[in-house]
């Protein structure tokens, strides 16, 4: 399993699984425990993740290998999963689409592609359920190759994006056209060389910091983040923390 989201009822748990391709929904009982799967679809190859938009009618599940981004309407009564139409979207050739991020006004939706370390913006009608309009640019600085992008994070104001690369090992500092969604760039930020292998970041729920969880080191870094220009300020020391394979270098917050 790679990801796994809770609905917005809070009624279900959505997963998504790697080696299979395929994307699960398990209701959640009142004492709080997963139950069996109430649908299991198989998208495409390598499900990376599976994300519910802010409405909870709607399901996305970008997949690596399979290079599209599967697009369901959600029943929130059964836990059902129906593919929309069109079911899939197509990304670039070799893109490997991995993670997907909304924009906090459900207009536009944000996917970093890992194998060519690259991320697109789509317009999104959050009525239908469709994302439409893809445009995509470069998550490195020109002349650097990556391989292996990983995560993608929309500022709560909506007016910067930011992804990580684990090859050049860096998080890239995007801001965002209110009107168009559109993105360009406005640095990369290495920590002074502390990020390395950025599996995933995050953000706390006020916009003011950036974690980073370094899978290269077994250590987090705290970035303060400029409300005005998006950028990125290091904070402290990388804190260390416990190494394995269980701790494979996700981050969560509330």
């Known amino acids: 399993m790679t990801h796994l989201s809770v609905h917005p009822t809070g009624k279900f748990?959505?997963?998504?699984?790697?080696?299979?391709?395929?994307?699960?929904?398990l209701p959640v009982g009142a004492d709080g425990l997963a139950g069996a799967p109430v649908d299991i679809e198989h998208p495409a190859a390598e499900a990376h993740q599976i994300v519910?938009?802010?409405?909870?009618?709607h399901v996305f599940v970008p997949c690596r290998s399979g290079n599209v981004i599967a697009q369901y309407g959600f029943d929130s009564a059964g836990g059902q999963l129906a593919a929309a139409t069109p079911p899939l979207v197509q990304a670039d050739a070799g893109a490997g689409p991995?993670?997907?991020?909304?924009?906090?006004?459900?207009?536009?939706?944000y996917v970093i592609n890992e194998l060519n370390?690259?991320?697109?913006?789509?317009?999104?009608?959050?009525?239908?359920?469709?994302?439409?309009?893809?445009q995509t640019i470069s998550s490195v600085a020109a002349g650097v190759t990556e391989t292996s992008s990983a995560h993608v994070v929309v500022h709560p104001t909506g007016k910067f994006v930011y992804t990580s690369n684990r090859t050049s090992?860096?998080?890239?500092?995007?801001?965002?056209?209110?009107?168009?969604?559109r993105l360009t760039n406005i640095g990369y930020e290495t920590g002074g060389g502390a990020v390395r292998t950025p599996r995933d970041f995050g953000m706390e729920p006020g916009g003011r910091f950036l974690l980073v969880a370094n899978q290269g080191t077994?250590?987090?870094?705290?970035?303060?983040?400029?409300?005005?220009?998006?950028?990125?300020?290091?904070v402290g020391d990388p804190v260390t923390v416990p190494s394995g394979p269980q701790f494979a270098g996700a981050l969560a917050l509330p």
């Open 169 to 181: 090992n860096s998080i890239a500092m995007f801001s965002v056209d209110a009107t168009s969604g």
């Open 98 to 109: 991995r993670h997907i991020a909304f924009h906090p006004s459900q207009q536009f939706a």
């Open 117 to 134: 370390g690259t991320v697109t913006s789509y317009r999104y009608d959050a009525t239908a359920g469709l994302l439409s309009m893809p």
């Open 52 to 57: 519910v938009d802010a409405s909870g009618r």
């Open 218 to 234: 077994n250590t987090v870094l705290v970035f303060r983040i400029d409300a005005t220009a998006g950028t990125l300020t290091r």
């Open 13 to 25: 748990v959505l997963t998504a699984h790697f080696d299979s391709g395929h994307v699960a929904v």
